[in-house]
C-alpha cells in the first residue's frame, strides 16, 4: 500500500473515533482503490453473501447467467452484473433472504476452440491425443484458467453467494442434465434421425440455427447452361457454389413462370459429370433470382434438401466432414470446398458453359466461435421435439406469470415460440455431456445412465456409447433447478425455486431463457422466474459493437485500476441503463462524471463529520427550520422515487434521481444554507443540534439509497457516520416517512434558491467579479415578501449580496431584472459598467442565438429525430427551450441598459 493511501486509511479510522475529526479544511479525493478491496474483503469475512435455508424470512434468488470458463469480463458482464447485485442488495436491506447464485458454463465450442489452439500450438491436436487424453487435458486447462472470471467478478463487487459456486461439468449438475434427457427420451420427445444441419468442418460439430454469426460478403453468382438431355438448349442456372453442381439431382421453376413452362418434365444434363435429371416445378423456387431456374442438391442446402423429400429426388453428397471433396468427385477429391468451387468454375468456363459471371452480395453463416464458413449437411444427430415443450412456456408468458422488461421483449418471445423447431441437442464434440445412450451391434440403442447386461431387442451384450454430447444450451437449461440439487427434493429446491428474476441479455432470449421455461414448466411444474429483466447492449460512444478484434472493445477492469472504481463504473452504466433504449453507449466521460460525483460524496460526508461534535441522533432533531423542514420532504420523495424506479427496472431513473438529490439538493444547497447558520454567532445548541441532525439523518438515508449502486463507497462513509448495525450492507431499507412530506417548506425554499440563482445569473450574464458584492433589489407582490426577508441571510450569503434590500418603487436607469419563481431580482448596472455589460452581453446573445439555431436545425431534421437515441432527442428538446428562454433574457437586460 502507498504511503498516501495508508495515510488516507488511517485519517478514516481516525475520524471513528469518538471526539476525533480529520482536517477538513481542504477536499481530499477518494481513492477507491484503497477501499474497494479492503471493504468486499470484509463483507466475505462476514459472510454478508451466504443465504442458507430461512423459512422464516422471504427469499429472493437470483441465477447468474453463466460466463464461459473460456471468458473474461466484458462491458456487457460489467452491467449484468451490476442490476443482478443491485437487485440482490436491494432486497437483502428490505428483509428478503437474498441469495445470488454464481457459476460458469463449460461452453463446449468455446472450449474446444481455445483448447485445440493450443494443442496446435504444441504441434497435436484433440484427434492425435484422442477423447480420455483430450478430456484430461480439458480439465487440466480448466483448472488452471476457468476460474479466472471469478476474480473479476469480485473486483467488481459482486455480492455473490460463494458457497454455491457451480460448475455445468460438476458431478451433481453433469447427473441433472443427464436425467433431464432421460425423462425427455422415455416420453418419446427425443429422437435419433438423419437431417440436414449447420456443420463446422473446423470444430467437427453440429451448430444450432441460433448460433450462426450471418455476415454480408461479396461474391459471385455463376450462370451456367444445363445442355438438354435431348440436345436441345437446356436451361440457364445461376449458382454461388459451383462445387455443389456434382451433386446436383434436378433443376426446378416455379411452375407459374412462363419461361420455363415447356421444360417441365424434361431432362437436362448436369455438366462435368454428365449426368441426366428431371426438371421439376415447385413453388419455393424464386422467378426472380438469378435466371429463375434452381439446381436442386439435396445433400448441400436445406431448400433443396425438403424440396428433393417431396419430390422424391435421390440424395447426393460430395463433401465429407472437413468440407473437402470426397472420393466420388474425380479429380477435385480431397479438394477444400473453395479451392474446388474455383477449379469447377475454370472448367465449366473452358467447356464453354459459363454464360456470365457476376458480382453477387450474399450473407453467409459463420460458426459464432470459430468463424468458420458453416456448412450444410446430412448426418445423424438427435433431436428433441419442441411442440409439446412449447404449448405450456407460450402459455405461461401469455398469462403474465413469465413477465419480460421492457415489455416489448415479449413479442418477440412469442413469435419465436410460436414458430418453433424441432432442436438439434447433439454436438460432435467431446468436452461435455455425454449423451447417455448405448447402441448394440444390431442397431439398437438403449437410452440409460449405464450400458445394460443384455439389449433388450435382440439379447446382444456388447455394447458402444454415443459418442456425441449434448448441446451446450440443453445442460444450461436446467440452471435454475439444477444447481439447487435436483432431481433430488433438497431444502434448498424446495425454498429457493421458483427463483425470482433474471437478468440477461437479448441475443439469448431464444437459446437460453426460452429453454429454461420449457425445463422448468416440464421438470418442476412451475415456471423458473417470474421477471426476466433484458438489459440493453452496451456499445462503445460511437455506438459501434464493442470488440477486442475491431479495436473497440473497453476492458472493464482496466478502467477500474486506473483509479476509477469498480463503485464509478457500476453507477456509470446504472446511470444509462434505460428501457426505452435497446443499446447503452458508454464512454470514459462517463466515468469522469461519476469521479467527481464520489468525491463530492466524500467531502461532504468529511463536512458532516466535522460539524457532529457532541452530537447523539437518539437527542432526536428538535426544532427544525425551514431549509431543515425542505432537505427532509426532498428526501421522502427521493425514497419513494428510488424504490419505485428499482420496483419498475428504470434502474436510469433511480441512478438520476439519486444523482440530482445528492449533488444538488443536498450538497450544492442544503449543506450551503447550513453553513450559514453553522457560522452564525451566537449559534443556539438547540438550532445546532437540528442541522446535526438533518445533516447526519439526510446524508445517512441517501447512503443507505445509493449503497445497491455503489457498494463500497457507502459503507465506507457510512461507517464513518454515527450508525445503527454491522454494515449498511444489512442495514434496512429506507421507508419514505409521510410525516416528512412538506409541501410548505419546499415551495418555500424553491423560491429562496430561485432568487439565489437568479442574482448568480446576473453577475455572470453582467460579467460581473464572482466575488464582487452586489446590492440586488428582490420585489414580490404575494404573500412570500415576509418570506424572503425572514431568510435575507441565506440569500445574501449564497448571492454574494450584502446589499440586497426588498421592495422599492419603480427601477433606477439601468436596471436590469428578472423573474425567478414569480420573483423579481433586479440590479442597478452603473453608468461607468453598461458599456461593458452591453457588449458582453451582445456577444452573449450571438452565441445563444447561434446555438438556438443549430438545435432547431436538428430538432427540424427528420432523419434526426428517427435515428437519434430518444434520451438525445429529449436533451435537445430541452436546450431548445433552455436557448430560447436565453435569449428572452438577454434581449431583456439589453434593453433595460439602452
Not at 442397431?443 to 458402444?464: D, K, L, M, V
Not at 447558520?677 to 437540528?690: E, T
Not at 441565506?794 to 423573474?819: E, H, K, M, Q
Request: hydrophobic fraction near 40%; proline fraction near 6%.
Amino acid at each position: 500500500m502507498s504511503a498516501k493511501r495508508a495515510r488516507r486509511g488511517d485519517e478514516l479510522r481516525r475520524s471513528r473515533v469518538q471526539g476525533a475529526q480529520p482536517d477538513e479544511g481542504r477536499a481530499v479525493p477518494y481513492d477507491p482503490l484503497e477501499v474497494e478491496p479492503r471493504r468486499y474483503q470484509e463483507w466475505l469475512e462476514r459472510r454478508y453473501f451466504h443465504a442458507p435455508v430461512d423459512p422464516s424470512r422471504t427469499p429472493f434468488c437470483i441465477m447468474m447467467p453463466l460466463p464461459n470458463i473460456t471468458g473474461t469480463l466484458h462491458m456487457g458482464h460489467a452491467l449484468n452484473h451490476t442490476v443482478q447485485d443491485l437487485l440482490t442488495r436491494w432486497h437483502r436491506m428490505r428483509g428478503f433472504n437474498a441469495m445470488w447464485l454464481p457459476g460458469t458454463d463449460h461452453a463446449s465450442i468455446a472450449t474446444h476452440v481455445v483448447i485445440e489452439r493450443e494443442l496446435a500450438r504444441q504441434g497435436t491436436s484433440r484427434f492425435a491425443l484422442g477423447r480420455e487424453r483430450f478430456l484430461e487435458f480439458a480439465w487440466q486447462w480448466k483448472e488452471k484458467y476457468g476460474g479466472l472470471i471469478y476474480n473479476q467478478i469480485r473486483r467488481m463487487g459482486s455480492g455473490c453467494d460463494w458457497d454455491r459456486v457451480t460448475f455445468t461439468m460438476d458431478p451433481a449438475y453433469y447427473d441433472a442434465v443427464i436425467e433431464c434427457f432421460l425423462r425427455l427420451h422415455r416420453k418419446g420427445y427425443i429422437y435419433y434421425g438423419k437431417r440436414m444441419i449447420n456443420w463446422c468442418p473446423n470444430d467437427q460439430t453440429s451448430v444450432s440455427d441460433l448460433e450462426v454469426d450471418y455476415q454480408t460478403v461479396q461474391s459471385h453468382l455463376w450462370h451456367v447452361r444445363y445442355r438438354g438431355a435431348d440436345g436441345g438448349p437446356g436451361v440457364v442456372i445461376a449458382t454461388q457454389r459451383p462445387e455443389t453442381i456434382l451433386a446436383d439431382v434436378a433443376v426446378a421453376v416455379h411452375p407459374d413462370d412462363e419461361r420455363y413452362r415447356d421444360l417441365v418434365g424434361r431432362r437436362v444434363i448436369v455438366p462435368i459429370v454428365n449426368r441426366p435429371v428431371p426438371v421439376i416445378a415447385d413453388r419455393r423456387v424464386d422467378p426472380a433470382f438469378g435466371t429463375g431456374a434452381l439446381k436442386i442438391t439435396p445433400g448441400h442446402d436445406p431448400t433443396d434438401n425438403a424440396i428433393g423429400a417431396d419430390h422424391d429426388l435421390p440424395v447426393l453428397v460430395y463433401l465429407d466432414e472437413r468440407g473437402r471433396m470426397m472420393p466420388e468427385a474425380g479429380r477435385y477429391a480431397g479438394m477444400d470446398r473453395f479451392q474446388a468451387r474455383e477449379a469447377v468454375a475454370a472448367d465449366l468456363e473452358a467447356l464453354g458453359l459459363v454464360e456470365r459471371k457476376e458480382p453477387y452480395t450474399t450473407n453467409i453463416g459463420r460458426c459464432d466461435r470459430c468463424k468458420t464458413v458453416l456448412e450444410p449437411y446430412i448426418t445423424d444427430q438427435w433431436f428433441c421435439r419442441m411442440a409439446e415443450l412449447a404449448a405450456p412456456a407460450i402459455d405461461v408468458v401469455r398469462r403474465g406469470r413469465v413477465r419480460f422488461h421492457p415489455e416489448r421483449w415479449t413479442a418477440v418471445y412469442l413469435d419465436w415460440m410460436e414458430n418453433i423447431r424441432d432442436w438439434n441437442i447433439s454436438r460432435r464434440l467431446w468436452w461435455g455431456h455425454r449423451i447417455p445412450v448405448f447402441f448394440c451391434p444390431n442397431g439398437h440403442h438403449i437410452a440409460e445412465r449405464e450400458a445394460p447386461p443384455r439389449c433388450p431387442e435382440c439379447g446382444a451384450t456388447e455394447f458402444r456409447q454415443e459418442e456425441q454430447i449434448l448441446d451446450t444450451w440443453f445442460s444450461s437449461a436446467a440452471w435454475p433447478f439444477a444447481t439447487l440439487g435436483w432431481p433430488a427434493q433438497t431444502p434448498d429446491l424446495a425454498y429457493f425455486y421458483p427463483t425470482s428474476v433474471l437478468v440477461t441479455g437479448r441475443d439469448i432470449i431464444f437459446l437460453w431463457v426460452a429453454r429454461m421455461i420449457m425445463f422448468g414448466l416440464e421438470f418442476m411444474g412451475d415456471v423458473p422466474f417470474s421477471d426476466v429483466y433484458i438489459n440493453p447492449t452496451v456499445l462503445n460512444i460511437e455506438g459501434r459493437r464493442m470488440s477486442k478484434s475491431l479495436g473497440t472493445g473497453l476492458d472493464p477492469l482496466d478502467y477500474v485500476e486506473q483509479g476509477y472504481g469498480a463503485d464509478a463504473l457500476r453507477y456509470a452504466l446504472t446511470l444509462r441503463c434505460s428501457q426505452g433504449q435497446q443499446d447503452l453507449r458508454f464512454g470514459e466521460k462517463l466515468l469522469e462524471d461519476i469521479r467527481h460525483f464520489n468525491n463530492k460524496i466524500w467531502n461532504a460526508a468529511r463536512f458532516v463529520r466535522m460539524h457532529l461534535e457532541g452530537f447523539d441522533p437518539a437527542a432526536g432533531p428538535g426544532e427544525l427550520d425551514v431549509i431543515d423542514r425542505w432537505i427532509r420532504s426532498r428526501a421522502a420523495r427521493l425514497v419513494a422515487t428510488v424504490t419505485g424506479a428499482f420496483e419498475g427496472y428504470d434502474f436510469d431513473r433511480a441512478a438520476r434521481a439519486l444523482y440530482d438529490f445528492v449533488w444538488s439538493e443536498f450538497c450544492d444547497w442544503y449543506v450551503e444554507l447550513a453553513k450559514v447558520d453553522l457560522y452564525r454567532p451566537g449559534l443556539s445548541a438547540a438550532r445546532r443540534r437540528a442541522i446535526q441532525y438533518t445533516l447526519w439523518s439526510t446524508l445517512e438515508g441517501a447512503l443507505r439509497l445509493l449503497h445497491p449502486i455503489m457498494p463500497h463507497l457507502t459503507e465506507e462513509v457510512w461507517q464513518s457516520l454515527p450508525h445503527r448495525g454491522e454494515s449498511i450492507v444489512v442495514a434496512p431499507w429506507p421507508e419514505a416517512d409521510p410525516a416528512a412530506s412538506d409541501p410548505a417548506a419546499e415551495a418555500a425554499v424553491e423560491t429562496l434558491i430561485a432568487v439565489v440563482r437568479a442574482i448568480r445569473s446576473l453577475r455572470a450574464d453582467l460579467g460581473l467579479a464572482p466575488t464582487a458584492p452586489l446590492a440586488p433589489r428582490v420585489r414580490t407582490d404575494d404573500g412570500r415578501a415576509a418570506l424572503l426577508e425572514a431568510h435575507r441571510d441565506y440569500i445574501a450569503a449564497l448571492g454574494r449580496a450584502p446589499g440586497l434590500t426588498f421592495g422599492g418603487g419603480a427601477p433606477a436607469a439601468g436596471t436590469v431584472a428578472t423573474i425567478a419563481n414569480g420573483v423579481e431580482v433586479a440590479l442597478e448596472v452603473t453608468e461607468a459598467d453598461r458599456g461593458r455589460a452591453r457588449g458582453r452581453l451582445l456577444g452573449e446573445l450571438e452565441q445563444a442565438r447561434r446555438d438556438l439555431r443549430r438545435v432547431a436545425q436538428r430538432l427540424d431534421d427528420p432523419a434526426f429525430l428517427d435515428r437519434a437515441p430518444a434520451e438525445v432527442v429529449e436533451e435537445e428538446r430541452r436546450r431548445d427551450a433552455e436557448l430560447r428562454r436565453r435569449v428572452e433574457a438577454l434581449e431583456g437586460y439589453l434593453r433595460a441598459l439602452a
